[in-house]
């Protein structure tokens, strides 16, 4: 039938649909996070969808460090996009001496979507300090009667803390900032460029594509088909609600009621029917939301064919290919790449060698994806392709 739905992750101590099967965060019900207004709305039973958010995006306050435009400007590497791949590209590969100008519109706009990692993973990053929440444990309900418990512990990512632990480290190593969007990218020989909406060109050896999924300036030889993963997420003050608080609900099979998680659908499945299945949820299990603080769309593009290799622009993250083809996860593991990234990258253009063009490209997209690499993406992308083809009316009994 080629939709797999699941029900979500149902929060440990709130509301916290984010209807992947495998990164739901839970939130906190019992204290909303200060600078939130103790603003009790009202909301049906069980519907929330008639309520305003009340935490509205934030800014960092940070001094960066930014590009002159009216001086012509020439850097080793210029990145686009500052989300957490862009700009843990640019902390790593800045270590090494190379010239770095990250563009964005908004540099010091906060990450707008939450993250869900293990926490080994962070920890093996030594970015233990950027979670604002962890669960010892997590819990996969399998069926009404059947519950496993994972021994590994999950946490939630601050944003906050993860993008200034990035940045210090950008501007400390020197790195600039350009405010504004590229539009462009040309290449010559052993040069580019990429020309900005405000008129400005900046020129480097080395362009770098961390502008996410919708990057317009990867290039692909196959038709890209995708699947994808849709949810909604909230992060609400309820009245009450049956979680344990010490484990994390990473996957909840349950059909008890409608099921709302799309895990990866092609099309993708309407983001109303899936607020809708949510509803349905919260009033089958009694959750009244009191008000909500927070909510996220969550669209993600999965599987498909790698872009071209290699190419000139280089890409990280949501533009790469990196994210994983069978679940949505990217975070922990374009944060772990980025360095394999910058090793290759300084290799090249590092004080004792000039590898440009060509040679250059090759070289760090073969690091970035080598053959062990892909092959394991095929095998992922298999395992995407399987889910699609699941009946779940015909495939439950193999749960
Ligand atoms: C709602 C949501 C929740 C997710 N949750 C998880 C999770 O829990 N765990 C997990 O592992 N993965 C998760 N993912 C998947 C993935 O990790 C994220 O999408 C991640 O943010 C991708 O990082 P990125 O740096 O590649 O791109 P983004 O975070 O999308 O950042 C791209 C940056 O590029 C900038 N940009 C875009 N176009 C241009 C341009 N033309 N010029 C200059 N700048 C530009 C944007 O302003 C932005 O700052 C989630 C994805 C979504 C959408």
């Known amino acids: ?109 906060m990450f707008p979507n939450n993250y869900g990692v293990w926490v080994d993973e962070f920890e093996s990053l030594g970015l233990e300090d950027c979670l604002d929440k962890t669960w010892p444990m997590t819990c996969v309900h399998i069926n009404d009667h059947k519950t496993k418990y994972l021994d590994r512990a999950y946490g939630r ?68 088909n995708h699947g994808y993963q849709i949810a909604h997420g909230i992060l609400a003050e309820v009245d009450s609600h049956p979680y344990d608080l010490d484990k994390m609900v990473l996957m909840d099979w349950r059909d ?3 099921e709302e998680t799309s895990l990866v659908s092609r099309p993708v499945l309407s983001y109303m029917e899936v607020k809708r299945r949510m509803v349905a949820r919260l009033r089958h299990l009694g959750i009244r939301v ?48 980025a360095p394999v990234l910058a090793d290759a990258i300084a290799e090249c253009l590092g004080s004792t060698r000039m590898i440009r063009g060509q040679p250059l490209y090759h070289r760090v997209w073969n690091d970035l994806w080598p053959v062990e690499r892909r092959c394991t993406r095929e095998f992922y992308s298999f395992g995407m392709e399987t889910l699609l083809k699941l009946d779940l009316q015909c495939d439950k009994g193999i749960l």
């Not at 906190?28 to 200060?34: A, D, F, I």
């Not at 064919?305 to 949501?318: D, E, K």
């Open 256 to 258: 008890s009621h409608l």
């Open 290 to 337: 009191r008000s909500l603080i927070e909510d996220e769309k969550c669209l993600i593009p999965m599987g498909g064919p790698l872009p071209r290799i290699p190419q000139s622009v280089m890409a990280i993250g949501g533009s790469s290919g990196v994210v994983h083809p069978s679940t949505g996860y990217m975070v922990a593991r374009t944060l772990a790449l």
């Open 157 to 224: 990512v601050s944003r906050k803390k993860l993008k200034m632990k990035l940045l210090e480290g950008c501007v400390s190593n020197g790195v600039k900032f350009h405010k504004a969007k590229v539009w462009k990218a040309e290449h010559q020989e052993f040069d580019s460029s990429v020309v900005c909406d405000d008129g400005s060109e900046i020129k480097a050896s080395l362009i770098v594509d961390a502008s996410g999924f919708a990057s317009t300036f990867i290039e692909y030889d196959k038709p890209r």
């Open 1 to 109: 039938m080629g939709t797999l739905l699941r029900p979500p992750p149902p929060p440990m101590f709130s509301i916290s649909q984010r209807h992947y099967s495998s990164f739901t965060h839970p939130l906190n019900t019992q204290t909303p996070p200060r600078k939130v207004p103790r603003r009790i709305q009202s909301s049906t039973f069980g519907s929330f969808l008639d309520l305003e958010p009340v935490s509205k995006p934030e800014s960092l306050d940070f001094d960066l460090s930014c590009l002159d435009p009216s001086v012509r400007s020439r850097f080793d590497v210029i990145i686009i996009g500052t989300g957490p791949a862009g700009l843990r590209l640019a902390e790593q590969v800045s270590r090494y001496g190379i010239q770095v100008c990250c563009v964005d519109p908004s540099p010091l706009s």
